[in-house]
């Protein structure tokens, strides 16, 4: 009921929600019922993309929620969607059992490559899928709060927070290509076989992934939105526009921005979980400094401190990225660079921001 | 014949001299004579499949002193010199595809080429390859130059035979140069360690006291092993320990230079930033890419100039000064100068502009790397010691950083732009009060900040590929030299740089380069945390 009274304040979001479900509803049934001879057809691999994008939606949602509204600019949001990726790996990887290249009942093929003798302990527990999904929410939590604790405590803000993180997902790059890690070094984890019982290359199996991540997104959204319609967000946008107003009046500011943080560090690693089984593999590649700032610019195309807009700015820039890496790959850097540069000048609110005629100033 | 008709007395004295030459010649050569028969003898001898018999032969060709002899051991060495099968002549062979062409080993002449087939390598095995080592090092030892001629006792001490230790005694006495007999008393005293002689032992061990060659420290440890006598063995253990201390000491000094060297490169990459960020407050994302920009001035400026290589690196130096820093300006006038004040703004859009140079970098010149050259006098390095030795390309760009970072001390500290920049930098308004045009001001720090990271392209193209990514590499280790020194404090980024370059090599071979860099990474993450004006922080209200 208060969401329903939420969305109507919130036009853009009930568009995109709107959006959200007709295509949840539309595309498994145009992939799975129609025949592929039929111009409605929805090939899977067009559903797979469209699936990433929304795992990519999510993820710009979380990094929207903590800059947008809390004013914290994360460049290592990249490492709390990989971590969660991770973890949904490490069970892809524990579900292979004896199909992988070597056989071994309990071993991934990289570990027995490696001539290891037994699991390592951070693999134990894995197999189960509850313990898989509670990891992938709770390391990328602890992490985020352990970095926030220390970082908000000491009132590390701005560009230095801004480069510590990005300096956090680069030493997790680094650790994450040793093979001693455990993670399958340079290669990462893949040729996952099935998830839960279903295989992965099945349509429907993938149409199920789809659905997931779209209903992920779509409570991800609604979370989102009724945080910042709170008090707390109240609370939250104070920050962001004067921080140290807000601890004069009484506010324990490193609170907030210390659970803000690591909700939204969780909404990535959930983002991370649902985009490995899709793409069919996670590697230390997640980790580079380059993949979190790409994901600010999702959110700063779409328009920053506008949830939708997020959403919007994920879809449209990973679009243009489809598009621009097959038809012109040189170009495509060229684009995003300009992308960066033109957003900042000239287009501080996002495209969205375009659209909205009432002025809310960011 | 024209002149020697017309006087006959001419003739004669021309005659008396051709008879002399004659008789000095045939003396030099029974001499000559009997070096080739030797020699001759031992290149028969290696023709034969025995290896004893080579053997003989090797030993024999060594010591005949024929001038031939260096360079038909160091093809049987290399596995370059062969047997014609059908008439037993030894050649030398080189592989020019699809045929082999081959020379003549004794006489020197080129023989055209030849079926790989219709040849037979003369096989060595290892002992002969020692044999061979050893031969060539007493060849070496009449060498003039000094330098080979200790090369060729080192190596002779490091296999030491009786009839090697009486050679090189024979060169003691004769022996000049003060190095060589350095070497050779070395030699001497480990000879003496294997005779009977206990007074002589003992005098022997006082003499290998802090001796770092490495046939030493063997030498000792087999003493130790073997030893019966208790008192040479003791007075062995110590002079081995004393020995032992004074690598560790020259390990602790060589990881010192790593780490120094590789704390020079952090300063010169950092330093630039330094000045943009520190003193204009400006977040340059683009920084890593102005160095890249510097790097590949460099490897173009060689490529226009092929031939002189130590001309087109001066010349690049300011180049890459002005190339880099004319970008920076571009950059501060096309998009910073609007995003003042907008830090977070400014981060991404020079991240844009970092993507764009890469980019552009990648379409001009290939995303392939580029190897630049580096002069003569870069290359090699100084032996300090037997087992210390500093590459001189480390050590110049060591003192280059420091000149670097002493110019641009003296720029901000002395000259009236520096005064103008820190004037800016401390109380923006008070100094546009004062006249100073701010933001030409801001163009021309970043302009300067922009020059010093080409300088630092220059420093790297000498030490490591010239690719699209170099940049990238370096910007978020900048990144946290600048912060962890203190923002806008020159000495702070000095001293962190060398710091964190020191601690990195020491923590490498206790944790792999990989983990040292992850480590130095977190702990910097904590130490921000804890510390967030870094070690050295400004004072003052610049300090806001």
């Known amino acids: ?362 | 014949m024209h002149q020697a008709q017309s006087s006959p007395y001419k003739i004669k004295a021309l005659f008396i001299l051709l008879l002399s030459m004659l008789f000095f010649s045939l003396a030099g050569l029974c001499n000559a004579n009997e070096k080739a028969e030797q020699f001759d003898e031992g290149t028969t001898l290696l023709l034969q499949k025995n290896f004893q018999e080579k053997k003989k032969g090797i030993e024999k060709i060594a010591t005949s002193g024929d001038k031939r002899a260096e360079a038909i051991l160091l093809a049987l060495l290399d596995g370059k010199l062969f047997r014609i099968k059908k008439d037993n002549t030894l050649v030398y062979a080189r592989v020019a595809s699809p045929k082999i062409e081959i020379t003549a080993a004794l006489s020197g002449k080129p023989l055209g080429s030849i079926k790989k087939r219709k040849l037979k390598k003369i096989s060595i095995n290892n002992t002969l390859r020692s044999t061979i080592k050893d031969a060539l090092a007493k060849i070496d030892l009449t060498n003039p130059d000094p330098q080979v001629r200790k090369d060729a006792v080192n190596k002779l001490t490091t296999n030491l035979t009786m009839e090697s230790s009486t050679l090189l005694a024979k060169q003691l006495q004769s022996e000049q140069d003060n190095d060589v007999r350095e070497a050779l008393t070395t030699a001497m005293a480990i000879t003496a360690l294997r005779s009977g002689d206990n007074e002589a032992r003992m005098l022997a061990l006082n003499d290998l006291k802090g001796n770092l060659n490495p046939a030493v420290h063997n030498e000792l440890t087999r003493l130790i092993a073997e030893e019966e006598d208790i008192t040479i063995r003791s007075k062995a253990e110590s002079v081995l320990s004393s020995i032992d201390s004074k690598i560790s000491f020259y390990g602790l000094v060589e990881t010192l230079f790593f780490g120094l060297s590789l704390g020079s490169v952090l300063v010169l990459a950092a330093i630039g930033l330094a000045i943009t960020f520190g003193v204009i407050g400006v977040i340059n994302m683009a920084h890593g890419e102005l160095i890249m920009l510097g790097a590949y001035t460099t490897y173009v400026i060689q490529q226009m100039l092929p031939g002189s290589i130590g001309i087109a690196l001066f010349l690049s130096i300011p180049a890459a000064f002005i190339i880099s820093g004319l970008t920076g300006i571009v950059i501060e006038r096309t998009v910073i100068r609007f995003l003042y004040g907008r830090p977070l703004e400014t981060l991404l859009a020079t991240f844009g502009i970092s993507l764009i140079l890469q980019q552009a970098v990648r379409s001009i010149f290939s995303p392939l790397n580029r190897s630049v050259a580096s002069p003569a006098w870069m290359s090699g390095s100084f032996q300090i010691n037997p087992i210390l030795s500093l590459t001189t390309n480390r050590t110049v760009i060591f003192i280059f950083s420091l000149l670097v970072f002493a110019g641009l001390y003296l720029v901000l500290k002395k000259s009236s732009i520096g005064l103008q920049v820190r004037a800016v930098s401390q109380n923006r308004k008070m100094a546009r009060a004062m006249g100073i045009q701010a933001a030409r001001v801001d163009a021309l720090t970043f302009g300067l900040g922009s020059g010093i990271a080409g300088i630092a392209g220059v420093a790297l193209s000498q030490l490591t590929n010239v690719g699209p990514n170099l940049g990238q590499a370096y910007i978020i280790d900048s990144f946290m030299v600048v912060v962890f020194g203190g923002v806008g404090n020159l000495w702070g980024t000095l001293i962190s740089g060398l710091t964190l370059g020191v601690a990195n090599k020491f923590l490498e071979p206790w944790a792999g380069a990989m983990l040292a860099k992850i480590l130095i990474l977190i702990f910097i993450i904590l130490f921000i945390q804890k510390r967030p004006q870094g070690l050295f922080p400004q004072k003052g209200r610049a300090a806001g």
């Open chain 1, 1 to 362: 009921m208060i969401l329903l009274k939420l969305l109507k304040s919130d036009r853009g979001g009930r568009f995109t929600l709107a959006l959200l479900a007709l295509t949840t509803l539309v595309v498994p049934i145009c992939n799975l019922l129609l025949p592929e001879s039929n111009p409605l057809h929805i090939s899977t691999y067009t559903m797979t993309l469209l699936g990433k994008y929304l795992c990519y939606a999510l993820l710009a949602l979380a990094v929207d929620l903590v800059w947008g509204y809390l004013g914290i600019l994360s460049l290592g949001h990249g490492a709390f969607f990989a971590l969660g990726g991770y973890a949904m790996g490490m069970y892809l990887m524990r579900q292979i059992g004896d199909r992988g290249m070597y056989g071994h009942p309990v071993l991934p093929d990289f570990m027995v490559f490696l001539n290891w003798e037994s699991l390592p302990w951070f693999w134990h527990g894995f197999n189960w899928f509850w313990f898989a999904m509670l990891m992938v929410v709770l390391v990328p939590g602890l992490l985020a709060m352990a970095f926030g604790w220390l970082a908000f405590r000491s009132r590390v803000t701005g560009v230095y927070l801004s480069i510590i993180t990005q300096a956090l997902t680069y030493a997790l790059l680094l650790a994450f290509f040793r093979n001693e890690m455990g993670f399958g070094g340079n290669n990462g984890l893949t040729d996952f076989k099935d998830i839960l019982g279903f295989s992965l290359q099945s349509d429907t199996t993938r149409a199920g992934l789809f659905i997931a991540s779209a209903i992920a997104l779509g409570f991800g959204y609604l979370s989102c939105l009724y945080i910042t319609r709170s008090r707390l967000g109240k609370i939250c946008t104070a920050i962001r526009d004067q921080e140290d107003r807000t601890r004069f009046i009484g506010y324990r500011v490193e609170h907030f921005k210390l659970w803000i943080f690591t909700f939204s560090a969780m909404l990535a690693g959930v983002a991370g979980a649902l985009y490995v089984p899709q793409v069919g593999i996670i590697n230390p590649g997640e980790f580079a400094p380059l993949a979190s700032i790409e994901i600010v610019i999702w959110v700063a195309v779409g328009g920053r401190a506008t949830l939708y807009g997020a959403v919007v700015g994920a879809l449209m820039v990973n679009y243009a990225k489809s598009y621009l890496t097959a038809a012109m790959p040189e170009a495509w850097l060229f684009a995003l660079g300009a992308l960066f540069v033109l957003v900042t000048l000239l287009l501080p609110r996002g495209v969205t921001g375009l659209l909205r005629k009432k002025e809310i100033n960011v």
